[in-house]
C-alpha cells in the first residue's frame, strides 16, 4: 500500500516529460569530497569549470544521478558548477557567465551551516536562492529548481564549543531542512530534495551509524567520510538517490540491488536495498508533508 501511494504521488510530481538538461550548482557536498564519487565517471558530465590543477573533473553527486538516469532508461545532459567552502551568493557573483543558461532543471544547494559567518540563520541561503532563482527563470520560466537540503555534521555536533554541540545528530539536518523550507517557498522553486531528512531516517531505521567518533557498529555504514563533516561514498549515494527521485519522478527502489553505481563502489546488496528503501521512504514522507 506504501509503495502504491508513493507511485501515486510521483504521477503528480512536476516533472516535464522533455527535461533533458541539467545543471548542479554547489559545492564540495555536490562534488563529492573525501570520496571515491569525487572523480567517479567525470567524463559522463560536464564540468563547466574544467579540469583542476591536477587536470581531473568532477564526477561525485551529477555522475551518480546521471548512471541512475540511463539504468532507468533517461536521457539527461547533466552539467556541473561546483567551488568548495562557498554558498548560491557566490555562485551568483563570481560564476553567472558559466550557469546562466536557459536549463530544464536545476539542482543547487549553499553552504551546509546555511551561513559560513553566522551558523544556523538560513538569512543568506533565503535571499540568494530567490536572486538565482529568478536569473534561471528569467532564462527559462518552467524550469524545474530543486534545492538539496543538506545533513547533519558530526564534527558540528559532537565536539565540544560548535553550534550543535550537544544536541541530537538529527538536528543540525532538521535546522537546515527548515532554512531550506524559508528559501524554497520565498524563492517559489519547485520543490526540496531532502537529503539531511533522508540521512536522519538513515539513523532512525538503523541503516547507518549515528557516531563516527565512537567506531560504526557492525551491519551499518558511516556515511561521513574521515573528517565527520563530507559524506562518504554511502552519504553521497542516499544524496544522489534523492535527487534522482525528485527530478525523475522515478522511485529509487526500481534500481534495484544490482545497481551499477554501488556495485562499481563495493557496496553489498542488503547496504544497496537498505539506502534505496531510504531514499523511497524519504521521499513518500516528505511528499505526504507538502516540502
Known amino acids: 500500500m506504501k509503495r502504491f501511494l508513493f507511485a501515486a504521488l510521483l504521477i503528480a510530481a512536476p516533472v516535464h516529460a522533455d527535461a533533458r538538461t541539467i545543471l548542479f550548482v554547489g559545492n564540495s557536498f ?36 546521471k548512471a541512475f538516469t540511463q539504468q532507468a532508461g533517461l536521457d539527461y545532459d547533466v552539467s556541473v558548477e561546483t567551488v568548495g567552502g562557498k554558498g548560491l551568493d557566490f555562485h551568483y557573483a563570481e560564476k553567472r557567465a558559466l550557469i546562466d543558461k536557459p536549463w530544464d532543471v536545476v539542482v543547487m544547494h549553499g553552504y551546509s551551516t546555511l551561513d559560513q559567518a553566522n551558523p544556523g540563520n538560513p538569512a543568506l541561503l533565503v535571499s540568494s536562492a530567490k536572486t538565482i532563482t529568478e536569473m534561471f527563470r528569467a532564462r527559462n520560466a518552467k524550469a524545474d529548481i530543486w534545492l538539496t537540503a543538506t545533513w547533519s555534521r558530526a564534527d558540528q555536533t559532537y565536539p565540544p564549543a560548535k553550534p550543535w554541540s550537544g544536541k541530537p545528530i538529527s538536528q543540525m539536518g532538521i535546522d537546515v531542512a527548515a532554512g531550506y523550507a524559508l528559501a524554497a517557498r520565498n524563492a517559489k522553486v519547485t520543490g526540496v530534495v531532502p537529503a539531511g531528512l533522508a540521512w536522519n531516517r538513515a539513523f532512525a531505521a538503523g541503516v547507518a551509524d549515528d557516531n563516527p567518533y565512537d567506531g560504526i557498529a557492525p551491519g551499518k555504514v558511516d556515511l561521513w567520510t574521515h573528517d565527520h563533516y563530507h559524506a562518504s561514498v554511502y552519504g553521497y549515494y542516499l544524496e544522489a538517490l534523492l535527487v534522482f527521485g525528485r527530478v525523475t519522478g522515478k522511485d529509487p527502489l526500481i534500481l534495484g540491488e544490482n545497481e551499477t553505481v554501488a556495485d562499481d563502489m563495493g557496496f553489498s546488496k542488503p547496504q544497496t536495498k537498505a539506502l534505496q528503501q531510504v531514499a523511497h521512504d524519504q521521499l513518500a514522507a516528505s511528499n505526504q508533508l507538502g516540502q
Open 30 to 65: 555536490t562534488f563529492g569530497a573525501g570520496s571515491p564519487a569525487h572523480h567517479y565517471r567525470a567524463e559522463t558530465v560536464t564540468d563547466l569549470n574544467g579540469p583542476d590543477a591536477k587536470g581531473k573533473r568532477v564526477g561525485g553527486v551529477p555522475a551518480i544521478f
